[in-house]
């Protein structure tokens, strides 16, 4: 089922999901065949490239973060920045 894949960005030794409310947003561009695209994240803009799997910040000096998409129920650090106990 497609409602078991969700979005990851790269932390230290592993992998953050994106928020509930981004991770949709992420899956709706990737599937309309968009090469990239660009998404409020926590008050920034970002680009999310999906020829080369990656996220950054748009027109800021950030870091090029990994992505991947992937079942619902693997391992991860938390949801955006907060850790699962
Ligand atoms: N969703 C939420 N916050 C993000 C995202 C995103 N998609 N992308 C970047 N940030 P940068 P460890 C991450 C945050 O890439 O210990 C984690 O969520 C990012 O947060 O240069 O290294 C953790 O909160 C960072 O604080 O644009 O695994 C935190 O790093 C900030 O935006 C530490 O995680 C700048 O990232």
Redesign the pocket.
């Known amino acids: 089922e497609d409602q078991d894949f969700v979005w990851y960005?790269e932390?230290?030794?592993?992998w953050?999901a994106?928020?509930e409310k981004?991770s949709p947003e992420v899956e709706k561009a990737f599937k309309s065949g968009q090469r990239s695209c660009s998404l409020l994240?926590?008050g920034?803009l970002?680009v999310i490239d999906f020829e080369n799997m990656f996220?950054?910040?748009k027109n800021?000096p950030?870091?090029?973060?990994r992505i991947k998409r992937d079942k619902r129920d693997v391992d991860r650090?938390?949801v955006?920045?907060i850790r699962i106990p």
């Open positions: 960005y932390g230290r030794n592993g953050w994106y928020d981004t994240i926590a920034f970002y996220q950054t910040r800021e950030g870091r090029r973060r650090k938390g955006a920045g």
